[in-house]
């Protein structure tokens, strides 16, 4: 990832008979990174990426995409961006390789080797020139990916881009999209609710909560704790809970599948074991644990409040 910001949102707002939508939504997504935007249904997520390209205006604010802004540059801004935005639309009667040569023909010098190389990159040469009614939605998602990179955008933004994919399509797309970011030094900005696949795909999150911005870190911030989290495997872990509690209030203590999950330091395990000991408490096991990051999305957004319907 460089440090270089390709996108950013400056104080981005939007207002609807007089109701504040997005307020003040500020970040930027650097070039080689994949960039992870979360929040809640109705949170604001698909309504400020529909600012971002243009397919809704702004209030208030601005978004500068290489420098240009959307509002006073728009055509040279968005030259720059390939985007999905929910699902693909596409000529259903033509083929998937026609769908891409009509698409083409809106961009100055795609040559037919580069519509070849994204059929490539997306995995549909088997299937590109059988015409898209016969797609599933997930081949249709592949098409509209291959799409959106014929011009070589610096910015691609995927609104549920594994939506209607198996595993191993999900898979595929994930470890494409990263790989696009870091040998293109392309900017992704990702909209997802699998959170689980935006663990593994993103390097910086923000979520949005009730169209404000509450946090945008890396994904490793994101899940650490203050401390470190360990389990501790012991029998009647509710009953135990209280007394570890007692022990040490200082920590934070949850019972997870039958197991105490600790917030504390590596150094304190042996105390709290001896601890365990002298107080009848049975230890079957301490490993280390982490929390993923549908628990502290959960955490963030329930200690922030549920969101209204955007």
């Not at 990179?149 to 881009?161: S, T």
Request: glycine residues 8%; contains cysteine; hydrophobic residues 40%.
């Amino acid at each position: 990832m460089t440090q270089q910001s390709i996108v950013q949102l400056r104080d981005v707002t939007k207002t609807i008979r007089g109701k504040t939508i997005i307020d003040k939504v500020t970040f930027d997504v650097y070039g080689g990174e994949v960039f992870g935007f979360l929040g809640p249904n109705g949170a604001g997520k698909t309504t400020t990426i529909r600012m971002i390209v243009g397919l809704m205006k702004l209030t208030d604010g601005d978004v500068l995409i290489e420098g240009k802004s959307i509002q006073k540059d728009f055509e040279d801004a968005v030259q720059h961006v390939g985007a999905i935005v929910e699902n693909p639309e596409m000529y259903k009667f033509l083929s998937g390789y026609k769908n891409l040569v009509h698409y083409a023909r809106m961009y100055k010098g795609i040559s037919k080797e580069k519509i070849d190389e994204v059929v490539k990159l997306v995995g549909l040469e088997k299937r590109i020139n059988e015409k898209v009614k016969t797609y599933s939605l997930g081949m249709r998602q592949r098409l509209g990916i291959a799409q959106s990179l014929l011009h070589d955008p610096k910015v691609l933004i995927l609104d549920e881009p594994t939506n209607g994919l198996d595993p191993a399509g999900i898979r595929e797309i994930r470890d494409y999209i990263r790989k696009l970011a870091k040998e293109r030094g392309m900017a992704v900005i990702v909209s997802s609710h699998l959170l689980s696949e935006m663990e593994m795909m993103c390097d910086r999150i923000g979520i949005i909560q009730k169209g404000k911005l509450i946090d945008v870190q890396t994904m490793r911030d994101f899940v650490s704790t203050k401390g470190q989290l360990f389990k501790l495997e012991v029998s009647q872990p509710e009953d135990v809970k209280e007394k570890v509690v007692q022990y040490n209030s200082d920590w934070t203590v949850e019972v997870v599948e039958r197991s105490l999950v600790i917030d504390m330091t590596k150094e304190q395990i042996p105390d709290l074991v001896r601890w365990c000991a002298a107080n009848d408490i049975d230890v079957y096991g301490v490993s280390p644990a982490t929390k993923t990051l549908e628990d502290r999305f959960l955490e963030v957004t329930s200690q922030e409040g549920a969101g209204t319907h955007v």
